[in-house]
């Protein structure tokens, strides 16, 4: 069974500052990787997807992750955070029967 | 992306009463899947919606507490049975899209059960 372990509970950025959520994987194979942000009230929306191919992956909203075999990581980035930014972040993983596990989540503030 | 809605928003019910989400995409999909969202939790997938058949459900949820329907390609139904307050979560529906892995979500039911 695959499972996602965000090891940041909450993070704290200024605005303009670089911004970096750590994922951690488990998967037998090769896995489907998505992160996903949630404003308060809100629904999901899928920022980016890693299925194959080129490893550094450009999502929407200026985000862009990597992904590394090596360290079973999805590493989420961000050069330059905006007020707008302040959200819960998930990572999820994808199996095969298209089912998604989530990770515990990340709640991001930016200061100004 | 599909664009899909749910039925109710929101809604505070009574313990021991059932409630009955709707979910409709607006184009046919393979796959509809329903997750809980507990208070300050992550997402939790509770059932995979087949069309035709009965729903999967995953390891702690069962079909007498959460029965699923799914008539058509498009809608998808999540009833919530003799609730308690433990059953106070948001719920989202999603969908796989047909090229790929990618899925979706509705913007979710949020049940409070007094």
């Known amino acids: 069974a695959q499972s996602v372990t965000q090891p940041d509970i909450h993070i704290t950025v200024s605005e303009g500052a670089s911004l970096e959520l750590r994922c951690n994987y488990s998967?037998?194979?090769?896995?489907?990787l998505f992160w996903y942000v949630q404003s308060p009230g809100q629904g999901l929306q899928l920022l980016l997807k890693y299925f194959s191919g080129d490893t550094l992956v450009q999502g929407i909203k200026g985000f862009e992750a990597e992904f590394k075999r090596s360290q079973s990581s999805f590493n989420l980035r961000k050069p330059s955070v905006h007020w707008s930014d302040a959200a819960e972040y998930f990572c999820a993983v994808g199996s095969n029967d298209y089912k998604l596990s989530f990770g515990a989540g990340t709640t991001v503030t930016v200061r100004a | 992306s599909a664009v899909i809605s749910q039925k109710p928003s929101r809604d505070i019910c009574q313990r021991g009463t059932s409630l009955t989400i709707q979910c409709q995409v607006d184009?046919?999909?393979?796959?509809m899947f329903w997750y809980r969202q507990q208070p300050g939790q992550s997402l939790t997938l509770i059932a995979t919606a087949n069309q035709g058949s009965e729903a999967t459900y995953e390891s702690g949820f069962v079909i007498d507490k959460f029965p699923i329907s799914r008539p058509n390609l498009t809608f998808s139904t999540l009833t919530v049975s003799n609730m308690s307050p433990e059953d106070s979560s948001i719920y989202l529906c999603s969908v796989r899209a047909a090229r790929n892995y990618e899925q979706y979500f509705g913007p979710g039911t949020r049940l409070t059960v007094t």
């Open positions: 184009s046919q999909v393979t796959m």
């Open positions: 998967y037998g194979a090769t896995p489907y």
